[in-house]
């Protein structure tokens, strides 16, 4: 049997008319010439790949993607038919199933051609991936052309789209992702004038997005501005109007303690740090994502507005001072992230506090706990 909210009550909470409010954002920027392909990968950043797939197949998204089998599996078997466009992860071996699966594999060296050619009873679909200077995955960029020659010539392959990735935080990484972009370009034009006519390409993700830089390609693939998540440094760009689409993560109190306020008490674990004596406690630990403050700023949660310093993480509960609060009851509601009665811990907040990226909080807090979901 499941626990519910009773038995254990720690969840989190996602708003997806904002995830729908960011797509239709996006598509307002890039006009109805440009597609929009959504990186939903790793569980789509934590959000849920099935629910945030969903919403993005009502709103016609042209196409998903994700490195993961797992998810992608789950996609289709909660009925989305959008096309799947998988990032990597695979082995050759693995292209049939792909194939079963009606999933888009990316090819990026030989091995992973001939093994979709063979796999398949028909031109396949594939993307190419173009490394333009990440070094990560992908036909590095001076292979390229040849490559792709080559590959087109694959009986039962049919290349649908040529792609890159060229991720960055802050200016010096915006102009090198400038540059890698009009090298991708123009490996592009030469395709075209050699006659390969290949109908997606695409180069542009959140970081290029916010800072209003568009390319020649026909599409783009964000993931972190579809879930408000800003993808550069805060002195770079703004993420406004883009809002975040996992709003909270709440727990209800189960125990407020009166402990006497004497020195030997004060002695030992949690009590070391407190102000007042009255404690509370809610049922979210380590376990269930949360991480120690890093570097002195201590962490807090909101009650009733008001910031409650945390005295201690340990694996199943957190444990936080009530500073004295007389009215806080067994039951009540705790926010660990997001607003509160006119305050707010935004999820970069509590990444700063943790020493951390938004990308690491959001992937400790994945699968641990249920998921509240409205709107979409
Ligand atoms: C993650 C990823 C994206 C999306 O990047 P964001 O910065 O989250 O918008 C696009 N393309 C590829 C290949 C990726 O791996």
Same mark, same amino acid.
Request: hydrophobic share 40%; glycine share 6%.
């Given at each position: 049997m499941d626990q519910d909210f009773v038995t254990h009550p720690a969840w989190m909470e996602f708003d997806l008319d904002a995830l729908a409010a960011n797509f239709k954002e996006l598509e307002r920027r890039v006009g109805p010439d440009v597609k929009i392909i959504a990186s939903l990968k790793a569980n789509a950043y934590g959000h849920g790949s099935v629910e945030t797939a969903k919403v993005l197949f009502k709103h016609g998204v042209f196409a998903l993607s994700t490195g993961s089998f797992r998810d992608a599996m789950a996609i289709r078997e909660a009925g989305v038919t959008t096309p799947i466009l998988m990032f990597g992860g695979n082995l050759p071996e693995a292209a049939a199933r792909y194939l079963e699966y009606d999933l888009i594999p990316t090819v990026y060296n030989m091995e992973t051609a001939r093994a979709v050619s063979e796999a398949a009873t028909a031109p396949a679909p594939v993307y190419i991936k173009v490394d333009a200077g990440m070094g990560r995955l992908g036909i590095e960029l001076g292979e390229a052309e040849k490559f792709i020659r080559e590959v087109s010539?694959? #009986? #039962? &392959?049919? &290349?649908e789209g040529v792609y890159t990735h060229l991720s960055f935080k802050d200016s010096k990484g915006q102009e090198w992702s400038k540059r890698g972009i009009e090298r991708f370009n123009r490996l592009n034009d030469r395709l075209r004038d050699g006659g390969l006519d290949i109908p997606v390409t695409q180069a542009v993700a959140s970081a290029n997005l916010m800072v209003g830089h568009m390319d020649g390609s026909n599409a783009i693939c964000p993931g972190a501005l579809l879930y408000g /998540?800003?993808?550069? #440094?805060?002195d770079l760009a703004s993420i406004e109007p883009f809002r975040p689409v996992l709003t909270a993560i709440k727990a209800r109190l189960i125990h407020v303690g009166a402990f006497p306020d004497d020195l030997a008490l004060k002695e030992g674990g949690y009590h070391t740090m407190r102000q007042s004596d009255r404690t509370g406690v809610v049922p979210l630990g380590l376990y269930d994502g949360y991480r120690k403050a890093q570097g002195g700023t201590p962490s807090v949660v909101l009650i009733n507005g008001k910031r409650r310093p945390v005295l201690g993480i340990s694996l199943e509960h957190l444990t936080f001072d009530l /500073?004295?609060?007389?009215t806080v009851q067994v039951g009540d509601t705790v926010t660990v992230l997001g607003a509160d009665s006119g305050d707010e811990i935004t999820i970069a907040e509590m990444a700063s506090w943790q020493g951390t990226g938004l990308n690491d909080l959001l992937m400790n807090f994945d699968g641990r706990l249920p998921g509240r979901y409205r709107g979409g």
């Open positions: 010539t694959f #009986n #039962n &392959i049919k &290349i /998540l800003s993808a550069v #440094n805060p /500073l004295g609060d007389e």
